[in-house]
């Protein structure tokens, strides 16, 4: 474990975490909401510091990112652990476990072994996924400096429920960012994640203004988020906010590897094509569908001419653009290249 590096104490040995939008105040021998912090004697500690529960190489599309180094993998990997508590989680046997067993699981791999593993395999950039690298932060942090002194890059996929003070630590580490936003409804939020709404949108305006790559991802539940109205406003403020050549994911849910959702139907096929042509009326450039392979929805388009640019079924790719042009106009098609 590791002495947390954001929080502040309080009378009585108490603390006030300040890694996330929650702000916990948490008393002596309790955690946060996380379930990774805990106070112990009036310090704030990281329970999962250096205990990596998943290490893997994807497909950067997976994350998913279809304009930040396409075609390339990328070492993802994460702790137990998250300051949600959705529904939807498909990873929740690992976001979950330390609230509902209290074990902190993982294998102790320090920061310089995990830039040498990326180093080794060749690979461009480090994904701090599967859970939320915000809960994790103390290590993110560290394994992210050394990876930018080695010239690889750092993606985060995470729910965007950071606070400010985590945002101003990492920002200047973090090369890009897919930002679960989950619904456009502040009860979507408090009743079905265990947070709210507006923190997840002032971390999205942080991050454009910080010119940092943003992709932004809606799963699209039905009954729960898949109104017109809900994403026509989901599609409006990606537009207005993070402007017209930010990439939206509209995503298929399945119940049956969902945590809390198993009685509910998959999203229709039909529902993420309504979704994705909100977004095109919207304005936006880029909108794909997600989890449905074989959908021209997730190929690139040229904007300007229409051309197909980057064809993909599920995580291959074959590229048609010319150094990120269109090979048919040469319009810029806003793809992170290197």
Same mark, same amino acid.
């Not at 920061?111 to 690298?133: C, F, G, H, Q």
């Not at 402007?243 to 049956?256: A, E, I, L, S």
């Not at 392979?293 to 599920?314: H, M, N, S, Y």
């Given at each position: 474990m590791k002495e947390c590096f954001l929080y502040k104490k309080l009378s009585e040995k108490k603390v006030r975490c300040q890694n996330c939008s929650h702000y916990c105040v948490i008393l002596p021998g309790r955690r946060g909401i996380c379930g990774v912090r805990e106070n112990i004697d009036g310090k704030l500690y990281a329970l999962n510091y250096k205990k990596v529960v998943a290490l893997n190489i994807d497909p950067i599309e997976k994350k998913p990112f279809f304009h930040f180094l396409p075609g390339t993998y990328s070492l993802s990997l994460a702790t137990v652990g998250c300051n949600f508590k959705c529904f939807s989680c498909q990873n929740f046997d690992i976001s979950q476990m330390p609230q509902i067993s209290g074990q902190i699981i993982g294998e102790e791999i320090e =920061?310089?072994?995990?830039?040498?593993?990326?180093?080794?395999?060749?690979? =461009?950039?480090?994904?701090?996924?599967?859970?939320?690298?915000t809960i994790f932060l103390e290590y993110a942090l560290e394994i992210m400096k050394i990876a930018k002194e080695k010239g690889l890059k750092n993606n985060w996929v995470t729910n965007g429920f950071t606070s400010k003070e985590a945002f101003d630590l990492v920002s200047p580490y973090l090369d890009a960012a897919n930002v679960d936003l989950k619904s456009f409804s502040d009860k979507f939020y408090l009743k079905y994640c265990g947070g709210r709404l507006k923190p997840v949108l002032d971390t999205l305006v942080r991050l454009k203004n910080k010119g940092i790559w943003v992709e932004v991802t809606t799963l699209v539940i039905p009954t729960l988020n898949?109104?017109?109205?809900?994403?026509?406003?989901?599609?409006?403020?990606?537009?207005?906010?993070?402007? =017209?050549?930010?990439?939206?994911?509209?995503?298929?849910?399945?119940?049956?590897?969902?945590?809390?959702?198993?009685?509910i139907e998959d999203t229709p096929v039909e529902t993420l094509k309504r979704a994705y042509e909100i977004g095109k009326k919207a304005g936006l450039k880029y909108v794909y569908t997600g989890n449905v =392979?074989?959908?021209?929805?997730?190929?690139?388009?040229?904007?300007?001419?229409?051309?197909?640019?980057?064809?993909?079924?599920?995580y291959i790719i074959h590229r048609h653009d010319k150094n990120g042009k269109c090979p048919k106009c040469g319009q810029d098609i806003n793809l992170i290249l290197k």
């Open positions: =920061p310089k072994e995990v830039v040498r593993l990326a180093l080794e395999n060749k690979l =461009p950039s480090i994904s701090y996924t599967y859970t939320e690298p898949d109104d017109i109205k809900n994403l026509k406003k989901t599609a409006e403020f990606i537009k207005k906010e993070l402007g =017209p050549d930010t990439p939206w994911h509209v995503t298929q849910f399945c119940g049956k590897i969902s945590w809390k959702f198993q009685h =392979p074989g959908l021209p929805t997730e190929d690139t388009f040229c904007p300007k001419c229409g051309a197909l640019v980057i064809d993909r079924t599920g």
